[in-house]
């Protein structure tokens, strides 16, 4: 088991592709009536393959001979710049490590600054708030380690905290009836430890701060962390309730400023596009939810996100053709003939016979020094 540069880039390559063909899953017809928790499920996985690229024994190689190999060249191949030798891979490694530890410092500075604004929160007033608490006491819906704060009035509500969780709401501003709502939105969220969720996808952000990919990813994460809430809630109401509901998301989205952090999950979301999904998603008719045709749609939800992570972890995409004579050793071999040349690899020196790659050396012994012609790239050997 081993991370390389072709292990990293396929294990992306494939979750593109999951995203790619999720896309138009999503502009189907049917889309409304996939069970939100797959499609959470189906991200996360895609998530873990990104937090760990790893390139397994039973993997099976790929090879691109045609086109790879100087891509591969030019990355790893030596430059030169003012009399000093480098590589646009070391470059890219050293921007890589430079640009993920500013994303954690930045992280950082985010943390503290949540730490002192959440000090200066205010207790919430109880009184108003008791009837609410009482009610969902009776759903045993409630957990008695739930404080709660006062946040401004233009902030939307929202809960943080893993050992010690809590739910910061404005004061005065809602209903009880819609604090009922707001409250049972913000326990799904805790009750799931959708926070610990959102901190592993930006951790992920953190390590792939360059690749576009994750983002787009964490995004579609966060959409669904929040129907799968709205799931929770919704699925013991009745139509009355679900409305108001609704009506409910509608106000925190129109009056309230989205306090957008790794390290909260609320209520609201900004979006147009993707309220209106979830007012779809959540004035459905329900009467066909465990249908056939939603069963087919389910099922190749997870069919298509178990075929691309398994791809993912039992293919890997290489540069290299590793094919060796019929007749040859890998373990023996003669040198000082005209036909074995070595060339240099980020992993060492690659022996060639016959124009097929027979041992990989980490170090090539100073005894085959001019023994051998020696290349920096495998299109140097045509020449």
Known sequence: MSVSPSSIWSSNFFILLFLILFYFIRKSKGYL??????????????I??????????????????????????????????????????????????????????????????????????????????????????KENILSPRITFFQIPAKIEPF???????????????????????IIRHEIAHLSRHDLILKAVVETICIIYWWNPLVYWLRNDIFHFIELSADRDVSK????????????????????????????????????????????????????????????????LVILLTLVVFFSSIFLVFNATNPNRPADFSPTMFSIGRDDVYAIITPMGYDVYVNGQKAH??????????????IYNSISEVSK
Request: positive net charge; contains cysteine; hydrophobic residues 40%.
């Open 360 to 373: 990989t050396l980490k170090q090539l012994p100073d005894s085959l020094d001019g023994l051998i012609p």
């Open 33 to 46: 009536h996939i069970n939100v928790h797959f499609i959470l499920a189906s991200f996360i996985l895609c």
């Open 236 to 299: 013991n109401l009745d139509s009355v309730q679900i409305v108001d509901y609704t009506e409910c998301l509608l106000k925190c989205a129109k009056e309230c400023i989205p306090f957008t952090s790794y390290l909260q999950a609320g209520i609201s979301e900004s979006s147009a596009e993707f309220i209106k999904l979830r007012f779809s998603i959540l004035l459905r008719d329900k009467s066909n939810e465990t249908g056939r045709i939603n069963q087919i749609e389910n099922s």
């Open 48 to 137: 873990c393959r990104l937090a760990v690229p790893v390139e397994f024994s039973f993997t099976k190689t790929i090879f691109f001979t045609k086109i790879l190999p100087y891509f591969t060249d030019f990355i790893y191949g030596p430059h030169h710049l003012y009399g000093v030798q480098f590589t646009f891979g070391q470059v890219f490694i050293f921007i890589w490590a430079l640009g993920s530890l500013l994303k954690f410092w930045r992280h950082i500075r985010t943390y503290q600054k949540f730490r002192r604004w959440k000090k200066l929160s205010a207790p919430y007033d109880m009184d108003f708030l008791s009837p609410v608490l009482n009610r969902l006491d």
């Open 159 to 181: 809960c943080s905290g893993i050992r010690h969780p809590a739910i910061f709401l404005p004061q005065s501003v809602y209903t009880q009836d819609e604090l009922y709502y």
